[in-house]
């Protein structure tokens, strides 16, 4: 058996960029469902596998420290490691697909959630402005039961734009990069 012919160091393989493009897809998906806010740079890590993962989950259901989050955090930067067009209509395409499977199952997410009010789970039980029941009917409308596959589709299309170009994230980072910096 012969060796694996080297790689070159400065283009990753492609497992690693579809294993990258597929985990940024199930991202954006789930913390818009979610409301997973403070989604500063420092809360999303990369491994070498092309694994995209998130830490500190302080702030769901809507809650975010910074005004007028996005509905998930997607920089530029981010769309570069896809490799290209084809890479980000790809990453579309896995989170289309990804939200409209979701959306079938959206009554089994909000059953869990109804089952959950009681667990003392951070934002669900305690949210500091919203009820448990009201935390969970956001939750659902996210899903956009009133639409089409094909609508929200279209729908989650516009969310990636309006999500890439949002300028307060891109503002909050450099102030977030600063105090870190300051520490």
Not at 9 to 17: C, I, S
Not at 32 to 56: A, E, S, V, W
Not at 99 to 111: D, I, Y
Not at 116 to 140: A, C, F, M, R, W
């Amino acid at each position: 058996m012969s060796p694996p012919p080297p790689q070159n160091p400065n283009k990753p393989a492609a497992t690693v960029v579809e294993t990258y493009i597929k985990s940024c897809a199930g991202y954006c998906v789930i913390t818009y469902i979610l409301g997973i806010g403070d989604r500063h740079l420092d809360n999303i890590m990369l491994k070498p596998t092309g694994h995209f993962f998130h830490i500190d989950f302080g702030f769901v259901f809507g809650r975010d420290p910074k005004p007028m989050p996005p509905a998930f955090r997607l920089t530029q930067s981010m769309v570069d490691g896809f490799g290209g067009d084809e890479g980000f209509k790809k990453f579309k395409s896995i989170c289309c697909q990804t939200f409209n499977l979701l959306r079938r199952h959206a009554g089994l997410v909000v059953n869990l959630l109804h089952l959950s009010k009681e667990g003392n789970i951070p934002d669900l039980s305690n949210h500091p402005t919203l009820g448990s029941d009201e935390i969970i009917q956001k939750v659902e409308e996210k899903f956009r039961l009133d639409l089409t596959d094909e609508q929200a589709e279209h729908f989650f299309i516009s969310l990636i734009g309006e999500s890439m170009s949002a300028l307060a994230p891109k503002v909050l980072e450099v102030f977030h990069q600063i105090a870190v910096a300051r520490r």
